[in-house]
């Protein structure tokens, strides 16, 4: 695809944020939607494509009255939103659609109107991971955290100080979750998850969902907001089951997706402003930034520790608090998302002064998938 | 509670019956000698079609672990430890670990380990593993 040839025009999340028990699954992707297209001055007439995860694009077109020529139903986890985007990039430039809308809505803490997560026992998973004991994400994502620490010398300290970190972004997110600051002693103390894991070392569980509406860049200076255009994609799945991970100190889909998203892109890692990983537990911002390669193998939990990702650092990491504080309903992607959209438009509640280029790198199941997007607000 | 067992499938079926007679049972490539799991009737890594079944060694080293803490009610009492071993053979399976205090101090990565069986129906028997006694 040609660099920087669709730009989002609309990016909008949910009205309301955290705990939302009188709306369900469906209208959250509603109300996101709505939002993303009263952003770019839009109707469901105007809608030609539709992509979203979790529900179906048939329930999204219909319940929005959208009648399109282009669904994607790609459902590979939370970085699900990030191969939407991808796949949209390409439909616009083969002109399948015109204007393709993007939602993401989950009722992760009330529930309403939202499925369960059962596996089936005769899957994969059903048969040779369930019986052992997993208890969802936190006793899963978390299972090859402990080699990764041996080989690398990685204490509970430096796991507990990407929470810390991310915290003090929060704290200038009004829309976060949590935003009273914490230290290292405070995550240590938290309740027990599944050692090493502690609470505050794993994400929110809350309500919300987030929108974003793509189109080709020649149209896209004729929209209210500032564009932001798609400089380059990759996405990558790896396994089912997080035991049969090729490498449990690095993810292959991170290292396939984010390295096809930067030679699209055509940059170099110097060149990048800001940087969203998906953070579902402490462990993701680390492998995020070895395995896209802005550090070494083994090299992250000392580029936090000295402050890189902070406040003021050299490399702003999950300006938004993440998902251990901002939010996340269960598919966190579409946050880091409209998150670094916000700093490509200049309206992000922590804004990076003169960022022009982020990157926005998602997971999905545990460590099951990929999804990166770079964006630029320079055409 | 009943314990959350597994539901074989024609290509996992072998492997099952291994563990009900108490082995435990891998495939391979049969010209490259290569083991893979989970079970399925080629080799991932070649796309061959050539494979067998062959019982495994049963020796294993500790190789990533969480203890978890959250209830799960079919599994008794927590804490326990959610477990991947790697076998002798190669590849990597979740397991539990038994006849050892569910402690990171008892639970050492790297540390020798063999399989055990335990039955749970007619038809199911999960393989676990112990600190290897040999």
């Known amino acids: ?379 | 509670m009943a314990r959350i067992l597994p539901e074989p499938t024609p290509e996992t079926q072998h492997f099952w019956d291994g563990a009900r007679n108490g082995e435990l049972l891998l495939q391979r490539n049969k010209a490259t000698g290569q083991a893979y799991f989970p079970p399925r009737p080629f080799d991932p890594n070649t796309g061959s079609r050539d494979v067998e079944v062959f019982k495994a060694s049963g020796k294993a080293v500790l190789w990533s672990y969480v203890i978890n803490h959250r209830p799960r009610p079919d599994m008794g009492t927590e804490p326990y430890a959610i477990a991947v071993v790697k076998l002798e053979e190669g590849p990597t399976m979740m397991t539990n670990i038994v006849g050892c205090p569910q402690t990171p101090e008892a639970l050492v990565l790297d540390m020798p380990l063999e399989v055990v069986f335990e039955k749970f129906s007619d038809t199911i028997s999960l393989p676990f593993f112990q600190p290897a006694k040999s």
């Not at chain 1, 669709?6 to 996101?32: C, F, N, Q, R, Y």
């Not at chain 1, 369930?130 to 936190?138: A, C, E, I, S």
């Not at chain 1, 380059?232 to 396939?256: H, N, R």
């Not at chain 1, 998906?278 to 193998?297: N, R, S, T």
């Open chain 1, 1 to 379: 695809m040609q660099k920087n040839s669709v730009a989002v025009v609309g990016a909008a999340e949910t009205t309301k944020m955290g705990k939302i028990p009188d709306v369900s699954v469906i209208g959250l992707h509603a109300d996101a939607a709505l939002n993303a297209m009263a952003d770019a001055g839009l109707t469901p007439a105007d809608i030609d494509g539709v992509a979203t995860a979790g529900i179906s694009p048939v329930e999204l077109a219909h319940y929005l009255g959208i009648k399109p020529t282009y669904a994607d139903g790609t459902s590979v986890g939370g970085c699900s939103f990030m191969l939407h985007v991808r796949h949209a990039a390409a439909a616009i430039a083969a002109g399948h659609a015109k204007t393709i809308l993007i939602t993401h809505g989950e009722s992760g803490r009330s529930r309403v109107g939202a499925g369960g997560f059962a596996r089936a026992p005769s899957s994969l998973m059903g048969q040779f991971e369930m019986p052992f004991g997993p208890v969802g994400p936190p006793t899963m994502f978390t299972v090859p955290v402990l080699r990764y620490m041996k080989t690398y010398g990685v204490t509970e300290e430096d796991l507990a100080n990407v929470a810390v970190i991310q915290r003090e972004w929060a704290a200038k997110n009004p829309r976060a979750s949590f935003k009273d600051p914490i230290t290292v002693d405070d995550v240590l103390n938290s309740p027990m998850i599944a050692w090493p894991y502690r609470m505050l070392m794993c994400c929110l569980v809350t309500d919300g969902g987030g929108a974003l509406i793509l189109t080709s860049a020649d149209r896209a200076k004729d929209f209210p907001n500032k564009p932001v255009y798609v400089l380059g994609t990759g996405e990558s799945v790896e396994t089912p089951m997080v035991s049969q991970m090729y490498d449990f100190t690095s993810s292959t889909a991170f290292k396939i997706s984010g390295a096809k998203a930067f030679d699209e892109a055509g940059i170099k890692h110097s060149d990048v402003d800001h940087l969203m990983i998906y953070d579902a537990f402490a462990h993701l911002p680390l492998y995020g930034l070895e395995d896209l390669g802005f550090v070494k193998p083994g090299e992250a939990k000392d580029f936090i520790r000295e402050r890189n990702t902070a406040i003021g650092g050299k490399l702003p990491v999950n300006t938004n608090g993440g998902g251990l504080s901002y939010m996340h309903s269960g598919m966190y992607g579409m946050y880091a998302l409209q998150e670094s959209v916000r700093q490509m438009r200049g309206t992000a509640a922590a804004q990076i002064e003169g960022a022009k280029i982020s990157v926005a790198h998602g997971v999905g199941g545990m460590f099951a998938s990929s999804g990166t997007v770079i964006f630029t607000n320079e055409k």
